[in-house]
C-alpha cells in the first residue's frame, strides 16, 4: 500500500516540476524531463492504474501551476480563506481530469509487452487531443500547454508552423523517445530514435525562416501605459478623477508617438458617461498631436441592454470593439443552476457582461490591427479571426486578479506564442504588469516590472505575409492527431 501511495506522490511530484517550463522560470527542457520521468513510473506499472497516475501528474502540474486562483478568490474576490481553498482544490480537481483521460487512454491503447515507435505518436496525439479539449470544454481553459515554454527554446521554429500543440506534441515525442531508450528498447528501436534527433535538429532550423516581412514605409512609435492602479482604487468611484488624471498625465508625454495603448478597462466606467467631457476633451489633444489612442472601457447598449468590455479608439475616429470571449465567473456566471452560489462567496464587480460579436480587426495610423482583452490572448483561434487582414496586434489586459503570482509571467507567455504563430508584433498594456512590447520572433523589446507606474516604448512595423499557423489553425495537428487515434484503435481492435 505505501508502495502504492508513493507512486502516486512521485508522480504529483513530476507534474510539480512541469510548471518550472514555463515563465517565470523558463526552463523549457523540463517539460521533457517531467513527462519523460512519469512515463518510466507509468511503463514500470505494465500501463496498469492509467487514469490515476495520470490524475496524480495533473494535480501536481495544476496545483503547482495555477494556485494563483486561491489569490483571485481570497484577496480580490474576498472569499473566505475556507471557500476559496475548496474552490481552488476544485479548479485542480477538474483540470487535472485531461491528463488522467490522456494516460487512460494511452493505458487501453498500448501495450507494455511490446516497444514500437508508434506508441510514442500515439501517446503524443492522446496529450494534444486532452490539452486542445481543456482549451474550449466547460467554456475552456488553455492553461500551461506544453507548447507554451517552446517559445523560449531553440525549438520554437516549430510554433508559426503547427501552432502551440505541434509544440505540445514535439514535447511528448521527445519526451517518450528519451524514456524508451532509458529502458532499454531493442536495436532497431535505438536506431529510430536516431532518426528522431536528426528530426528535431531539423526542426530547430525552422527559426531561420522569417514567415513575415516588415512594411519599412509604416515605422509605428507605440507606448503602453501601466498606471498601477489598485484593484481597490478602480472600483471606488470616488476615486476615478485621479485615475484619469494620472493617464492623461502619462499621455500628454508621449504625444511624439503615433500609437498610445492604455489598459483593460483602463476608464472603469461607461463610454456614454464620459464621451462629452473628458473624451472629448482628451480627443482634441489627440488630433492637435497626430496620435491615435486605444482604451478600455466599459459600453452599454440601450436597445439590448447589455453590458460589454470594450476597447475604443480616440483620435481621429472612434471604433469599438467588444471583448468575446469572457471570463468564466470573472466576467459572468455559467451554468447559473449549478454555481449561483457563487455570487454569494464571491464579491464581482462586472458578474454579467455579455460577449460580444464582428470583427476584432481596428484601424490605428491607416493600419489594420488585430485587437483583443486579457483572457482572449489564450485562444490561438480569437486571435486568428483578424488574421491575415491585421498587420498589427494589441492586447490590453488587467492582472492584478492575480496579484504577484505565477499568473502574470504565465500570461505574458501566452501571449508572446500568439506572436510567434502570427509573426506580428503586440502591444500589450497591463494595469499593474507586465506590459510589454513583442517583436514577431516572440522575443520582447520592451517590458515594465510588476506594480509600478511605468510607460513601455518601442519602434514597431506592420507586418505582412503569413505564417503557415495562420493557414491552417490548430485543425491540421488536431486532425492528425485524431487520425493516429483511430488508426491506433483500429489495430487493437484487429488483433
Known amino acids: 500500500m505505501l508502495v502504492f501511495i508513493f507512486k502516486y506522490i512521485q508522480l504529483s511530484i513530476f507534474g510539480g516540476l512541469s510548471v518550472l517550463a514555463f515563465s517565470p522560470f523558463n526552463l523549457w527542457w523540463m517539460a521533457i524531463v517531467s513527462l519523460s520521468l512519469a512515463y518510466l513510473v507509468f511503463y514500470h506499472n505494465q500501463f496498469k492504474h492509467g487514469f490515476l497516475m495520470g490524475f496524480a501528474y495533473g494535480a501536481g502540474m495544476f496545483g503547482f501551476g495555477v494556485w494563483w486562483v486561491f489569490y483571485s478568490l481570497h484577496d480580490v474576490g474576498g472569499a473566505s480563506t475556507i471557500s476559496a481553498f475548496a474552490m481552488t482544490c476544485v479548479s485542480v480537481v477538474v483540470l487535472s481530469l485531461f491528463p488522467g483521460m490522456a494516460f487512460y487512454f494511452a493505458s487501453k491503447l498500448l501495450k507494455s509487452s511490446s516497444v514500437n515507435f508508434f506508441s510514442v505518436f500515439v501517446f503524443a496525439a492522446l496529450w494534444v487531443l486532452f490539452e486542445w479539449t481543456r482549451s474550449w470544454i466547460l467554456t475552456g481553459f488553455p492553461w500551461l500547454l506544453f507548447g507554451h515554454a517552446l517559445v523560449d527554446s531553440f525549438l520554437g521554429g516549430v510554433i508559426p508552423i503547427l501552432g502551440t500543440y505541434g509544440g505540445s506534441a514535439l514535447i511528448v515525442v521527445i519526451a517518450l523517445t528519451i524514456s524508451y531508450i532509458l529502458i532499454g528498447a531493442c536495436e532497431n528501436y535505438l536506431k529510430k530514435s536516431i532518426v528522431l534527433f536528426i528530426v528535431i535538429g531539423l526542426v530547430s532550423l525552422a527559426n531561420l525562416i522569417q514567415w ?61 458617461e464620459l464621451k462629452d467631457n473628458l473624451i472629448a476633451g482628451i480627443e482634441e489633444e489627440l488630433v492637435a498631436n497626430n496620435v491615435e489612442l486605444i482604451t478600455g472601457i466599459f459600453t452599454y447598449d440601450k436597445q439590448q441592454q447589455k453590458i460589454f468590455n470594450s476597447l475604443v479608439t480616440l483620435g481621429k475616429q472612434n471604433q469599438f470593439y467588444n471583448k468575446q470571449r469572457l471570463v468564466p465567473f470573472g466576467e459572468f456566471l455559467p451554468f447559473r443552476w449549478i454555481f449561483d452560489f457563487f455570487r454569494d462567496e464571491v464579491s464581482i464587480p462586472m458578474p454579467d457582461l455579455s460577449s460580444g460579436q464582428g470583427s476584432s480587426i481596428l484601424m490605428l495610423k491607416g493600419v489594420p490591427v488585430g485587437v483583443s482583452i486579457c483572457y482572449e490572448s489564450a485562444f490561438a483561434d480569437q486571435i486568428l479571426d483578424s488574421l491575415p487582414g491585421a498587420e498589427l496586434l494589441i492586447n490590453v489586459t488587467n492582472d492584478a486578479w492575480f496579484g504577484d503570482s505565477l499568473a502574470p509571467h504565465q500570461h505574458l507567455q501566452i501571449a508572446r506564442t500568439r506572436v510567434l504563430e502570427t509573426g506580428r508584433y503586440m502591444i500589450r498594456a497591463a494595469n499593474t504588469g507586465i506590459s510589454a512590447i513583442i517583436e514577431p520572433t516572440g522575443k520582447v523589446l520592451a517590458r515594465s516590472g510588476q506594480y509600478v507606474e511605468q510607460t513601455v516604448n518601442a519602434k514597431v512595423y506592420p507586418m505582412k505575409g503569413i505564417t503557415p499557423f495562420i493557414l491552417w489553425g490548430n485543425y491540421l495537428v488536431i486532425l492528425i492527431s485524431f487520425l493516429i487515434c483511430a488508426y491506433s484503435i483500429f489495430l487493437k481492435f484487429r488483433s
Do not use: C
Not at 485621479?242 to 483602463?266: C, F, G, M, N
Open 212 to 272: 513575415t516581412q516588415p512594411d519599412a514605409e509604416k515605422t509605428l512609435n507605440v507606448a503602453a501605459i501601466q498606471g498601477n492602479v489598485s484593484f481597490e482604487m478602480k472600483w471606488d468611484e470616488s476615486q476615478r478623477n485621479d485615475i484619469y488624471s494620472l493617464y492623461l498625465k502619462y499621455t500628454r508625454q508621449h504625444y511624439d508617438k503615433d500609437i498610445i495603448v492604455w489598459p483593460e478597462t483602463a476608464i472603469p466606467t461607461y463610454y456614454f
